[in-house]
């Protein structure tokens, strides 16, 4: 398995969480821990080959992670 992390400053706009699951796969890294997403809400969402997870944020949109990760990450 391939780890990283990323600061990525906001998966906020549209089509952002796409771009970030075409990035990852191109590097070929199965976890990744993101900070500075600035959503409003937590969850589970596919984007790509990657599941993304993320918590709730504050009221301000500022100091919220998440972790994108391949199904490799689970089945291993």
Known sequence: MIFGTWSVRSL?????????????ARYKLDLVGVQELRWDK??????GDYNFFNGKENENRQLE????FTQNCISS
């Open 12 to 24: 906020y706009r549209a089509g952002s969480l796409k771009a970030a699951g075409r990035e990852l």
């Open 42 to 47: 937590g969850g589970t969402v596919r984007s």
């Open 65 to 68: 992670t998440g972790l994108f």
